[in-house]
Every structure is written in structure tokens, then in C-alpha cells.
């Protein structure tokens, strides 16, 4: 029988990586159901993968730690990179051409690879701890039904696998989409969308996929209209588009007007509610599971927008500042982009029109100051208003 790891009760990734790297089988959790996986450069691990299942010739997909990793496998393209971008880490495989020889047993004699990556903490660690990929096929027998927790595996799995390691309930509980890219084109499967093919249905509809493929983006701010903001808005630089379409999804707003800022991975956003009241509702809305916004990473409120003058942002912090209690405490932050005025400078010149306690540490309030060129967003909000999604990440890990 297989060691067991209890993922809640902390595990080595990196140990589990060697079992894989030196050739071992492991039965691992995902977003989608548990998978089987092993070394997928090695040929004899993917054949025990095989036994295991007690399939026939038929390819099997491989889970990667990243776009990154992925495009070392296998060539996207661009409608690949779009959908990759789009839905990724998620519970989409994409069948693309390869780009490095992998063995016969795995690709099933093409000369193409599904990939994905996996929306599942504990599964990226080990994939990456084993390289970086890892064959991700679902952890039954053939013709058997997928197990989506570690207690329904089949004891013909368990007695040819070394590791297990139990997550709890896979979140999706069904198999992934699976779209196929590139030529050749594939014998099965419905074309969706021009080099683009439906192979297998799953959590993610057709509709969506053809969608990230040349669907209306959200409504960018027109020319002329750049000031006209009142949240801001950070991703990684490279997901402004993802950024944009998810905070639509996970607000159910779907009047935000956007607009660049020039800086990566810094938008600008117009919401039709009190921007507050938007990040109040944005934040319990991800509460529950901040993981499901993949792209967006802070949303700030703002409540005033001035020139980013000395003089014109006193004056609306001294309209605002009325909202601060008495016996309260405030912090000043400002954030500067492409803006030449000193930090310190206008931290003491703003601190003079509030007639509070200086808390720097633990602070009732924040004076919030945003400087993007020659315009100013100004916010007087409580430290929760801002919703950081990478603090409510690590302490949701924490809690747990």
C-alpha cells in the first residue's frame, strides 16, 4: 500500500518531486478531480501509469506549474496563449503541437500534448517540486468513475502508486474542458472557432472559450475620459485584459469603465456604485475563497480626483477628513507613479489639516493618496476598504 500525506497537516513537496523525479507514481489532488501522475519525459513511469489504469493507447495530459512551463512543452500560438491567459490556472487542458520529443506512451503517438494548469495550491507545489510538469490524468481505472476525494480512490489504483496525498474534496469534481489547437487538425471533436476545437466538455462552456477568443473586452475608457476614475486597480504586468474581465465577474458589475494608466499592470476603473461601498461588497464576495480571483490583485477606492498639486490635494483631504472620528487615529500613504513630488514632503504639508492621532502602525484610518503622473486619486477610508487579495490569500492559509 501507498504512504498516505495529509496535506492539512503540512507535507514536503520537495520529497514528494524526488519520488516522482526518480521515477516513482503518486496519486495527487487537483482543481478537477485526483490525479495519477509521474515524470512525463519518463517513458517507463508513464507505462506504469498505464498498467495502473489499465488503458489503452490513448494520450494522457500533462499539468505544468505555468505558462512558462507550458511553452517549453508545447507551441500555444496565440489563440493558445489567449485561452492559457484566459483561464489559466483552471480547469482547461489545451491540446497544442510539441516542442520537446516526449515518449510515444504519453502523446499516444502524435506529435501533440495536452497541458494545463492546475488551479490548486497543493498541486502546483508538488508539480513543481517534480520539474515543473507532471502527467495529470484522472486517478481511476479506465471506464471507472473519477475519484474527486482521496476515500473514493480504487484499491487496484492504490496498489500501484508509492504516494497519496489527501486534500479533501476536489473543488470542480468533473473533468476539465479539453480544446485542441493546430495542425494537424484532429480526427474528433466539434471546430468552435477558426484552429480551434471542442474535444471534451467540461466546467468551462464553449461560450466562454469563444468569448476569450475575440469577445468584447470591457468597456475602456474613452479619449478625454482618463481622470473621470474612482477605483484603482493591480495586476501582474501582462494580465491587464484578464484583469479587467474577471473584476467584471467577481464584482457582477458589468458597467466598470476602464482606462490605462501607461504603468503595467495599473488600471484605472469607474464604477457606477460608491467605489467604498463596491470594495466592501468585492471583498465579502471573495471571502469565502479569495482564489477565485486569479488576475485581479488590489482594488483601491477612490474617493476625490484632483490635480496632483500640493495645494489641490490638501484641499481634498480636508474635505474628506471630516469622516475621521474623534479619538481616531490615521496613517497617510502615498503611492507614486511617474510623479516628481516628494513623498515626505506631502505627507507633512497633508498631516497638517487633520487634527487626529498619527497611528503608524495600527491605524483607524488611512489617508490614501495616489499620484499617477499629474493626476491624484484621494481616498479617507478604513485599512479594510482596500481590498488586497494577497493578504486575504495568505490569511485564508493561515486560518488553516
Known sequence: MPRWVCAAEGFDPSEIGGTVRGGGIIVYPT?????????????????????????????????????QSAERLVDLGKAGRDLAERFWPGALTIVAPLRERLPEEL????????????????????????????????????????????????????????IVVDAGKAPAGMASTVVEIGDPIPEVGKKIADGVWLIREGPIDVERIREALGGRLPQMG???????????????????????????????????????????????????????????ALAARLAEDPWRARFVQKVTPIQEVTRAEAEDIRAAVRRLAGSIPEGATFRITVN????????????????????????????????????????????????????SVTKMQEEALGKN
Open 107 to 162: 502523446t499516444g503517438g502524435r506529435q501533440k500534448v495536452g497541458v494545463r494548469v492546475p488551479d490548486h495550491p497543493i498541486a502546483i507545489a508538488i508539480i513543481a517540486a517534480s520539474g515543473g510538469a507532471l502527467v495529470g490524468t484522472s486517478a481511476n481505472v479506465s471506464g471507472r468513475r473519477a475519484a474527486i476525494a482521496a476515500g473514493d480512490l480504487d484499491p487496484e489504483i492504490l496498489n500501484e502508486v508509492e
Open 222 to 280: 474613452t479619449p478625454g475620459r482618463g481622470e473621470e476614475f474612482n477605483i484603482i486597480v493591480t495586476t501582474q504586468r501582462g494580465n491587464e485584459r484578464n484583469c479587467m474581465r474577471e473584476l467584471v465577474t467577481l464584482s457582477g458589475e458589468p458597467s466598470i469603465r476602464f482606462s490605462r494608466t501607461g504603468f503595467p499592470g495599473l488600471l484605472k476603473g469607474e464604477v457606477q456604485s460608491d467605489p467604498v461601498e463596491f470594495c466592501k
Open 336 to 387: 507614486k507613479r511617474g510623479s516628481e513630488i516628494s513623498s515626505s514632503g506631502l505627507i507633512r504639508e497633508v498631516a497638517r489639516e487633520i487634527e487626529r492621532k498619527v497611528d503608524l502602525e495600527h491605524p483607524d484610518w488611512i489617508v490614501d493618496i495616489e499620484l499617477i503622473r499629474d493626476v491624484a486619486g484621494i481616498s479617507v477610508i478604513k485599512p479594510g476598504d482596500i481590498v
Open 31 to 67: 482543481d478537477t478531480v485526483y490525479g495519477i501522475g509521474c515524470d512525463p519525459r519518463n517513458a517507463e513511469a508513464v507505462r506504469k501509469v498505464f498498467a495502473a489504469k489499465r488503458r489503452e493507447k490513448k494520450p494522457m495530459p500533462v499539468l505544468v506549474d505555468s505558462l
